[in-house]
């Protein structure tokens, strides 16, 4: 079995719980392909296998390998979306960062979970991703994100106005300094921090939230994700910001933009005991009352 393992960075602190990882992988046989970026990072900190391989490239990952296993926090999950696109590879997320709503698999359990790939008990999740289409190359062979899609107005630029439609449908304009349409999963990440509800990853739906609208009885909505939702853009500047997760492109205010539901779903590796409930019971301390 092979596992492509991905990272940004690596912190002094980290260094016994990554060394305890990779002896897990060695002793569950399972062959790492390390990031070639990580790699230089750790191989002089490190004790890995010889003929360790690695990867630079969503093409330098070869069809045995079944999993990609993101050390970090969401963040660094997220970047894996953009490795395994439309491989049927599996994403599993350990949480060296901090909230870790995606990458829920604490530190402290890194044999558990390394025991419980070579074991195949763990619980596979399908998670939508969001595609965006435009009149102008955006995200080159990427145009997909597991967490939103956004517009926002350019650094100083004054608010800018969105007229949004559903299926070509108006639905409203909003004057605002963005728009953000998330996924299930994405719900509880920018869109939250906005004011936008909580959605079961299972839902199939994405919400539409406005980032500091002017009008204030503008909500999010959500909407079935088997809708296209359509803008257009004015705006006193002549470029506007336009981003899939952590990636972001500088465009022209007049291309036209649409998003929809993307064709594939993402694998998410979760341990069998972990659920979304507990997950936000434990990152979001719901449930905890020190009145009680």
Not at 120 to 138: E, S
């Amino acid at each position: 079995m092979k596992a492509a393992i991905y990272s940004r960075i690596i912190e002094e602190d980290q260094l016994k719980d990554v060394q305890i990882f990779f002896d897990e992988l060695s002793h569950q046989k399972i062959e790492p392909v390390i990031f070639q970026h990580y790699f230089d990072q750790i191989k002089d900190s490190i004790n890995l296998p010889a003929d360790t391989k690695t990867f630079s490239l969503s093409e330098d990952i070869t069809d045995d390998v079944e999993f990609i296993i993101s050390l970090g926090g969401d963040g660094t999950l997220l970047d894996t979306v953009t490795l395994v696109r439309e491989k049927n590879i599996s994403v599993m997320g350990i949480n060296f960062g901090r909230l870790g709503f995606l990458a829920s698999i604490g530190r402290e359990e890194v044999k558990t979970a390394v025991k419980a790939i070579a074991q195949r008990t763990y619980v596979i999740d399908k998670r939508t991703m969001i595609h965006v289409d435009a009149d102008a190359p955006l995200f080159g062979k990427v145009p997909y994100a597991l967490n939103e899609f956004s517009i926002h107005k350019r650094d100083v630029a004054s608010m800018i106005k969105i007229h949004t439609y559903v299926n070509g449908e108006f639905l409203n304009t909003y004057w605002a300094d963005g728009l953000i349409v998330a996924t299930p999963t994405g719900s509880t990440g920018y869109s939250l921090s906005c004011n936008g509800p909580v959605v079961f990853p299972d839902s199939g739906s994405f919400v539409i939230t406005p980032v500091a609208p002017h009008n204030l009885n503008v909500r999010p909505i959500i909407v079935p994700d088997d809708n296209i939702i359509s803008f257009e853009i004015e705006s006193r500047s002549e470029q506007i910001i336009c981003a899939l997760d952590s990636r972001r492109e500088i465009i022209s205010k007049n291309v036209q933009l649409a998003v929809k539901k993307e064709r594939f779903d993402l694998n998410l590796v979760r341990l069998s005991e972990n659920n979304f409930l507990q997950t936000l019971r434990n990152k979001l301390t719901w449930g905890l009352d020190k009145r009680n």
